[in-house]
């Protein structure tokens, strides 16, 4: 079984940044897609960004965009994701999941999921 785990997460000030990390074993990092989703508590499920297994391809969502970057070290079998401008409303669990090759749209798509890191803006 592929395994993802995230670390990075942490008390930051609006306006600061962070840079999250997610750890692969099990499986060659560079047969996947690595996405990273987040959730508040009460919110739903959110897309925030994904990087292709050669690091070609990248996508972000909107709120994010411009300032979150996501990348890739197949070497260290590392994903990261640097957080800058962070803003009150980024605050959640952020998860990082995986699919072969390629990102997707749909959630269900990723079957490999860590088990999350907190991230805490303060205002």
């Known amino acids: 079984q592929l395994q993802l785990v995230e670390s990075g997460g942490g008390l930051v000030q609006s306006g600061g940044s962070l840079r999250l990390s997610c750890a692969v074993s099990g499986w060659n990092l560079d047969r996947y897609a690595i996405a990273w989703f987040r959730q508040a508590p009460g919110e739903e499920r959110e897309a925030v960004s994904c990087i292709e297994s050669t690091g070609s391809g990248t996508n972000y969502a909107d709120s994010v965009a411009g300032r979150f970057t996501i990348s890739r070290d197949n070497t260290k079998n590392t994903v990261y994701l640097q957080m800058n401008s962070l803003k009150p409303e980024d605050a959640a669990v952020y998860y990082c999941?995986?699919?072969?090759?390629?990102?997707?749209?749909?959630?269900?798509?990723?079957?490999?999921w860590g088990q999350g890191t907190q991230v805490t803006v303060s205002s």
């Open positions: 999941a995986a699919r072969t090759l390629y990102c997707a749209a749909r959630d269900e798509v990723y079957v490999y």
